[in-house]
């Protein structure tokens, strides 16, 4: 978890990694979900279309502090993670879910998810079950390019990806 390191301190703190693009804020496109507003931890990327197929055999996994990033496309069309998987990520250890896309659930995931929750909207749509995932890809969204392995730090400032782990 992030502790005491807030982004704009940890921006602020490493302007010569702003620079040279090892550090980048996403732009402000993300809404903030559940009960953990502060998060970070190392990126695992995946890309999922209007379905979450491989989703929840993922966060079953040991989450080891990570944050799941995924790339449903900026899909306003169907909610990609609901309470359920929030749920699962919380009690296998992810630190947080990051949704290109849409959330559902919301009202549960407020009350009672301890992770960090974004996502760009909530529907209240179910994903598709077919489909499928791309793991350990590159994600294009808000103005960057976000890789599997970065650091991912969030609070209600916004949201920082650095190529490596930050301290100040």
Same mark, same amino acid.
């Given at each position: ?17 702003? $620079? ?9 496109? /993300? ?12 990126? /695992? &990327? %995946? $890309?999922? %279309? ?10 079953? &996994? ?6 799941? /990033?995924? @790339? ?34 919301? *009202? ?5 998810? *301890?992770?960090?929750?974004?996502? %760009?909207?909530?529907?209240?749509? $179910?994903?598709? $079950?077919?489909? #499928? ?10 103005? &960057? ?9 969030? @609070? ?7 190529? #490596?782990?930050?301290?100040?």
């Amino acid at each position: 978890m992030m502790g005491s390191i807030k982004v704009a301190d940890a921006y602020d703190a490493n302007l010569e990694l702003a $620079k040279s693009g090892d550090i980048r804020i996403l732009q402000p496109i /993300f809404n903030i979900y559940g009960k953990c507003r502060a998060f970070s931890g190392p990126i /695992f &990327t %995946l $890309k999922a %279309l209007e379905h979450n197929v491989g989703v929840k055999e993922l966060l079953e &996994t040991k989450g080891e502090g990570r944050v799941l /990033f995924i @790339d449903g496309g900026g899909s306003m069309r169907i909610a990609l993670v609901g309470e359920y998987l929030c749920s699962l990520a919380q009690k296998s250890g992810w630190a947080g879910i990051v949704v290109n896309g849409c959330i559902r659930d919301v *009202d549960e995931i407020n009350d009672g998810c *301890d992770i960090g929750v974004r996502a %760009l909207a909530s529907h209240p749509g $179910k994903p598709g $079950k077919k489909g #499928t995932a791309e793991e350990h890809v590159p994600i294009h969204v808000g103005g &960057t390019v976000i890789h599997d392995g970065e650091w991912l730090y969030a @609070d209600g400032d916004g949201i920082l990806v650095s190529k #490596t782990r930050l301290s100040l």
